[in-house]
């Protein structure tokens, strides 16, 4: 019993440390090494060749790579790898904090979407608030961002829009594919790292990628540049371990709570090591869409638990329903009476 709450306490403490860190570490990498495609295909790399040394030494299970399957899922690859390269690009051009504010919008456009495309019921009340001060936090970040530039925010726009599509279409698109879960990060990663070329050449990436490879001495060779990008990648593949390892280890709403607070420890930790971070009144509205982060997830929760006890009175009412019943109680009545008679008689 002491070894596997020590194993599920590790388990929390390796993905918040990862949680909390990534972002920052990812604005490092990109601000020491300013390749955004290069980067991150050095990303999906560590990723797929994690997936494959592991599931070789047993420690975990893959679906193995199948051409069917991955034209099936190319849609959501493509989604996948938008949603990171606009998250790279974002953090190029902007601090950690702008990136968290436009990551806590994405409640707010999940919902409009579901209502409107998936039909879904419209947001409870609870959730409805959590939703409004989420959009007022955000906007008086906005408002008072001193390093706002159009740049930076037309990569935001674009995030939102991709990560927001990869939560309402492509999840659920992919849940239909049969994929196990390291499947499912093989087959992200590994059709991601062939779509990466061609976005080098599209973004023009690739003059400026071999322009460096021939002069002497580029950005990738400097001690701090190959520590944060080597950093970047291995956090990249310990993120989806311990994710998807304590997702199993604890409770939907414990994992929702530990997610929270990396937030909080992201801001935090991005105050403390330097100055690339907004300014005080712009930290209070980020903690307020945090805040508002907190309120829509119990919201959901609580929708959540009603609906599962709705549902387990339903199937107990039906449960104990009679398989036939009776066309008028006052006959059972009467059957009743008469057996009490003959027993009595």
Known sequence: MASNQYATTSLVIGYALCSSLLAVIN??????????????????????????????????HYDAFNLETAKKFLPAAFVFYLAIFTNTNLLRHANVDTFIVFRSLTPLLVAIAD????????????????????????????STDQGFNLTAYSWAI???????????????????????????VLYNNLISLFL??????????????????????????????????????VFGLLISFFGFATRKAISATAFTVTGVVNKFLTVAINVLIWDKHASSFGLLC?????VGGILYQQSVTVLKASNKEEQAAKDEEEEEAPLV?????????????????????
């Open 27 to 60: 604005k490092l990498a990109i601000w020491k090494f300013d390749y955004p495609g290069l980067l991150t295909a050095l990303q999906y790399f560590t990723s797929v060749v994690g997936v494959w040394v592991l599931g070789k030494f047993g420690f975990l």
């Open 115 to 142: 209502t409107l495309f998936r039909k879904q019921p419209w947001p409870s009340k609870l959730t409805f608030v959590s939703l409004v001060i989420i959009l007022l936090g955000a906007v008086g970040y906005v």
């Open 158 to 184: 674009a995030y939102l829009v991709t990560i927001t599509t990869e939560m309402v279409y492509i999840k659920h698109m992919v849940t239909n594919l049969g994929l196990n879960t390291w499947g499912f």
């Open 196 to 233: 990466a070329p061609f976005f080098w050449i599209i973004t023009g990436e690739y003059s400026d990628v071999f322009q460096n490879i021939s002069s002497s001495g580029g950005p990738l060779f400097e001690p701090v540049a190959f520590l944060a990008v080597s950093l970047s990648c």
């Open 286 to 290: 980020l903690v307020l869409t945090l």
């Open 325 to 345: 019943k009776p066309a008028d109680q006052k006959d059972v009545d009467n059957g009743k009476a008469d057996e009490e008679k003959g027993v009595s008689g």
